[in-house]
């Protein structure tokens, strides 16, 4: 396997972010098999029957389960997976709300008055971190660190978050291969925005890694919407991430607690309108896609594009 080693190290002025509902690293671990491959790298197993394996994709996440003669969960342990670009304080948070919808669904109509234990399946959250603001190998993130008082309380949830920027969790991504090419890919979308364009960046990525081998029928399969959801996600986390910084500073600086809440609240409508015409205008442009394909692409409708358009417009007056 090659190393792309510190590839990944570049300037933080050119970074990609992968945000999007349906963001490059799900397109990848949505499949079975890969996800199957995934799951034995991190626990040591060799399961090899990918049609065993359910797959449940949840906002940002994926749970997974399989079937045995036992226990429809892997080894009776329940795993949610999540991807993060960026570095997110409260990933525990959205664990917790995760793991109670997964539990009611998994006991559904059980009697919990009844007398005899029942048992469930033990939680394991894994993020799979590749930002720039964190450079452990792996780190952990706790429930009780949002908790208002400095006290145990009453419940924890340890969320386990493993860097895999390349040059990170080596054996890891030597066991997974499709890891190591997710990585691979994004290293080397960076290392090109050094010197150019996003959509050339992306282009020249993935040429780059099918000519290598690496990734390669995931990406002639999906060249197009990996091209296409790079750029949204790009812009869609740049134009969020500044206007609700400034709404908040420029709030903050006018000390009005109500003007505060206004300016994070008008960046980010204002963000999520610039986004997704951004977006479509950079597809339609790049792709050579008509409005409505360029749509069906992004998974959104024309007369929402418009809708948008609309409100950036009035937003930006």
């Known amino acids: ?8 190290a570049v300037q933080e002025e050119a970074p990609v972010y992968f945000s999007y509902k349906d963001r490059v690293f799900r397109m990848l671990f949505k499949e079975k098999e890969r996800l199957l491959e995934l799951y034995n790298a991190l626990n040591g197993t060799d399961y090899a029957d990918p049609e ?9 996440a994926i749970f997974i389960k399989m079937k045995n003669d036992v226990s429809f969960i892997i080894d009776c342990n329940m795993c949610l997976y999540e991807h993060q670009s960026t570095y997110c304080p409260n990933m525990p948070l959205r664990g917790l709300l995760y793991f109670a919808d997964l539990y009611k669904k998994h006991i559904r109509d059980i009697d919990l008055t009844v007398r005899k234990q029942i048992k469930i399946p033990t939680p394991h959250y894994i993020v799979f971190y ?60 960076r290392n090109n925005l050094r010197t150019m364009e996003l959509q050339k960046s992306v282009s020249k990525a993935l040429e780059e890694c099918i000519e290598k081998g690496i990734l390669k029928e995931f990406l002639l399969k999906q060249r197009a919407e990996v091209i296409a959801m790079s750029i949204y996600e790009y812009n869609e986390e740049y134009v969020r991430k500044s206007l609700t910084e400034t709404g908040y500073e420029q709030g903050w600086e006018d000390g009005i607690m109500q003007g505060r809440e206004d300016g994070i609240r008008d960046g980010i ?24 394909q360029a749509c069906k692409l992004i998974g959104t409708t024309q007369e929402e594009y418009i809708r948008l358009k609309q409100t950036e417009s009035i937003l930006k007056k």
């Not at 065993?52 to 940002?60: K, M, R, Y």
């Not at 792996?138 to 895999?164: P, T």
């Not at 205008?281 to 790049?286: A, G, L, P, Q, V």
């Open 269 to 292: 409508e204002q963000g999520k309108a610039e986004t997704l015409v951004k977006s479509i205008d950079s597809i339609m442009e790049n792709l050579k896609l008509d409005l409505q």
């Open 1 to 8: 396997m090659n190393d792309f080693g510190k590839t990944n």
């Open 52 to 60: 065993q394996l359910t797959v449940t994709t949840l906002e940002n």
């Open 130 to 189: 590749n930002g720039t603001e964190k450079d452990e190998e792996v780190f952990y993130q706790r429930l009780s660190d949002a908790f208002e008082e400095d006290d145990e309380g009453c419940m924890e949830l340890k969320v386990k978050v493993i860097n895999i920027n390349l040059g990170h969790n080596k054996d890891l991504l030597e066991k997974c291969n499709s890891l190591y090419g997710y990585s691979y890919f994004v290293a080397a979308v």
